[in-house]
């Protein structure tokens, strides 16, 4: 069936760079797009990205200037890079697998059980 | 960026009662729009898009409907397991954006 797991540091300190992998299972990131999503605690839900079937992305014009994802389709998994962490990064970091097939905005009809990533010193 | 503003924030009500809640859009979406209940500690489920049609395995009890800026989402003969945070999602334009969501709880 279809899973998404992300995984990645807890913790991470104030100006450093956060990484996290998204492994999906039960389809292909070439035959589907896989968004990254995050979530402030208690506070609602903010798309950050998108990796296409093709490999290229698209990005939140408010991150991305600090935002990178990338992709190994051999290993399933799919990568989120964002440096300059602040405070205000603390958040739920979930992937999530696109239901469109074209290069459309799109709802996200699976998603991984989410990472919790605390900015701090 | 469209804007979702979706309400009530927070809502109480009875098992067996039927509850609504709206988003609306900041422009016309043209029906561009998913509904997601999460539960606490647990990740969004999709539970409509294209504005009204059910996703797989959703009980009935749940339906959408709506067009333009306005949508609703209609929870029939609440029951326990539907507390939880429910958010509506527009994916008629870059970037998609959520409502800030509903907290619906039992009275």
Sequence with gaps: QVQL??????????????SLTCTVSGFSLTSYHVSWVRQPPGKGLEWMGVIWTGG???????????LSISRDTSKSQVFLKMNS???????????????YYGYTPSYFDYWGQGVMVTVSS | DIQMTQSPASLSAS????????????????NGLAWYQQKPGKSPQLLIYNANSLHTGV??????????????????????????SYFCQQY?????????GTKLELK
Excluded: H, M, W
């Excluded at chain 2, 008629?92 to 800030?100: I, L, N, R, S």
């Design chain 2, 15 to 30: 098992l067996g009662e039927t509850v609504t809640i709206e988003c609306r859009a900041s422009e016309d979406i043209y």
């Design chain 1, 5 to 18: 797991k992300e995984s990645g540091p807890g913790l991470v300190q104030p100006s450093q760079t956060l």
């Design chain 1, 56 to 66: 290229s992305t698209a990005y939140n014009s408010l991150l991305k200037s600090r």
């Design chain 2, 92 to 100: 008629y334009d870059y970037p998609p954006t959520f409502g800030a």
């Design chain 2, 59 to 84: 009980p009935s009890r749940f339906s959408g409907s709506g067009s333009g800026t306005q949508y609703s989402l209609k929870i029939n003969s609440l029951q326990s397991e539907d507390v939880a």
């Design chain 1, 85 to 99: 962490l602040q405070t205000e990064d603390t958040a739920t970091y979930y992937c999530a697998r696109d239901r």
